[in-house]
């Protein structure tokens, strides 16, 4: 791949993945020029591409910014291509009917006019008393002056990592995790310590060394389905990591956004340490992304009431009709159906996936959204990315998830936002194509 692609691929990969917000201001030119050891040409060209692409906005005397992700690469499927990379679930039959039917009751109903209106930042004790139910499940019966109601787990994490740590602190986490943790730690100027980890999740070892030499204030972890890894961490390294953290008083920030998803999993590490571990659990993978409603679980009442200040003042609240129909479908079994609707889905797409591409490269949890991909000699991670992408693919580099300095050649694949098993196949089809070539191949020259 020639220097200016590379860089474009770069760059590009960056701002789809979020791991830099809109707004973010690029390097000066000749800055990365010199970092890169290119002609500034090169840069010139690949921040031109990237304004043509619309991910990149010009400021006259300023630089360049981030626009951000424009609708025209929104996910799903065109005439000739698939998106792979945003982590969806598939969608259930007759969602949009749910979604209908369940509004119009909710507004029919006697708190319908309550939901066209303001209402308190941390939710209704209704809406709580909902989620401490379904929580409940998995953590333990709990108390709903514990639960906080959020406008999406994004907005959940920002808060927990702005009510727990101080810029300059250390945040530990897995080597490979969460592009949109790796952007609100850049944008509250917190560090992220990269641990290691392998098949089974994140290392308690390497949590412990790191607690013993350099404590961090708080750890990050997505335990069960991991993104992008899809590692689910067995049971002894879960009792493992909350003995280091209640050791040297370490907060755990659980993101369980996977854990409805297995029908059987391990204890959340909220359930194994509720006194210093916040879950945060939203609807996004196991219902639809468009409710924009997450769950966090705190510590204890008296925990749970700054978190809700800091709700706030990022987003007020949660839209008081989207948590109110979340809360109506966990109440009527709606919920349930959807998540088993997934599951079933998941499960036909995890074995086309299995059949359709090389034995031995994929590592997947047969009831999860995505896949982890190694690629095979001859290819990095961003440079199969962008062959990738001219072949209509699109998918996320090891590269987008990666804070420990050293991302694997691998690959997340998400099989969710393709809408049927006929087009996965033909995507899949073409990937497993691109990957029986011997190595990168030269960029379309006409």
């Known amino acids: 791949?020639?220097?200016?692609?590379?860089?474009?691929?770069?760059?590009?990969?960056?701002?789809?993945?979020?791991?830099?917000?809109?707004?973010?201001?690029?390097?000066a030119q000749r800055q990365l020029a010199?970092?890169?050891?290119?002609?500034?040409?090169?840069?010139?060209?690949?921040?031109?591409?990237?304004?043509?692409?619309?991910?990149?906005e010009g400021r006259t005397g300023s630089g360049s910014f981030v626009?951000?992700?424009?609708?025209?690469?929104?996910?799903?499927?065109?005439?000739?291509?698939?998106?792979?990379?945003?982590?969806?679930?598939?969608?259930?039959?007759?969602?949009?009917?749910?979604?209908?039917?369940?509004?119009?009751?909710?507004?029919?109903?006697p708190d319908g006019a309550a939901s066209l209106g303001y209402q308190s930042s941390g939710?209704?004790?209704?809406?709580?008393?909902?989620?401490?139910?379904?929580?409940?499940?998995?953590?333990?019966?709990?108390?709903?002056?514990?639960?906080?109601?959020?406008?999406?787990?994004?907005?959940?994490?920002?808060?927990l990592l702005d009510?727990?740590?101080?810029?300059?602190?250390?945040?530990?986490?897995?080597?490979?995790?969460?592009?949109?943790?790796?952007?609100?730690?850049?944008?509250?100027?917190?560090?992220?310590?990269?641990?290691?980890?392998?098949?089974?999740?994140?290392?308690?070892?390497?949590?412990?060394?790191?607690?013993?030499?350099?404590?961090?204030?708080?750890?990050?972890?997505?335990?069960?389905?991991?993104?992008?890894?899809?590692?689910?961490?067995?049971?002894?390294?879960r009792q493992a990591i909350v003995a280091t953290a209640r050791r040297h008083g370490?907060?755990?920030?659980?993101?369980?956004?996977?854990?409805?998803?297995?029908?059987?999993?391990?204890?959340?590490?909220?359930?194994?340490?509720?006194?210093?571990?916040?879950?945060?659990?939203?609807?996004?993978?196991?219902?639809?992304?468009?409710?924009?409603?997450?769950y966090v679980a705190a510590p204890d009442a008296r925990a749970a009431l700054p978190l809700t200040a800091g709700l706030r003042a990022i987003s007020l609240m949660a839209s008081p009709l989207t948590a109110g129909l979340a809360t109506r479908w966990i109440g009527d079994g709606t919920l349930d159906d959807l998540t088993a609707a997934i599951r079933a889905e998941n499960r036909g797409r995890q074995r086309l996936a299995a059949a359709t591409l090389p034995a031995g490269a994929v590592a997947a949890d047969p009831d999860g959204n995505h896949l982890w991909l190694a690629l095979p000699e001859g290819w990095t991670a961003v440079a199969f990315t962008a062959a990738a992408r001219e072949s209509g693919l699109l998918v996320v580099p090891a590269d987008a998830f990666d804070v420990a300095g050293a991302p694997p050649r691998a690959v997340r694949l998400s099989l969710g936002g393709v809408p049927d098993r006929a087009g996965?196949?033909?995507?899949?089809?073409?990937?497993?194509?691109l990957l029986a070539w011997p190595g990168a191949p030269g960029a379309t020259i006409v």
Request: aromatic share 4%; glycine share 10%.
């Open 123 to 159: 939710g209704t004790a209704g809406d709580r008393a909902a989620a401490a139910g379904w929580l409940g499940r998995r953590l333990g019966a709990m108390a709903e002056d514990r639960v906080v109601v959020a406008a999406g787990a994004q907005s959940a994490l920002f808060a």
């Open 250 to 294: 370490i907060a755990i920030i659980e993101d369980d956004a996977y854990g409805a998803l297995p029908e059987a999993a391990p204890p959340p590490l909220a359930a194994l340490a509720p006194e210093i571990a916040w879950h945060v659990a939203s609807l996004s993978k196991c219902a639809t992304p468009a409710l924009r409603v997450a």
């Open 163 to 237: 009510l727990l740590l101080d810029r300059g602190d250390t945040l530990a986490c897995a080597g490979l995790t969460y592009p949109g943790m790796r952007a609100i730690a850049a944008h509250l100027g917190l560090r992220l310590a990269g641990l290691a980890q392998d098949g089974d999740g994140l290392d308690p070892d390497a949590f412990a060394a790191l607690c013993r030499t350099s404590p961090p204030k708080a750890l990050y972890i997505i335990p069960t389905v991991a993104s992008p890894t899809t590692a689910t961490l067995p049971l002894e390294r």
């Open 424 to 433: 996965l196949e033909r995507a899949l089809l073409r990937l497993s194509g």
């Open 34 to 56: 010199a970092q890169l050891g290119v002609d500034l040409t090169t840069v010139t060209r690949a921040y031109t591409e990237l304004k043509r692409m619309g991910l990149v």
């Open 1 to 27: 791949m020639s220097k200016y692609r590379s860089i474009v691929a770069q760059l590009a990969d960056g701002i789809r993945s979020g791991a830099m917000l809109p707004g973010t201001r690029l390097p």
């Open 67 to 109: 626009r951000g992700v424009p609708a025209a690469t929104a996910p799903a499927t065109t005439a000739d291509g698939f998106d792979l990379s945003m982590n969806v679930p598939p969608r259930p039959p007759g969602l949009g009917d749910r979604v209908a039917q369940g509004l119009a009751a909710l507004l029919a109903g």
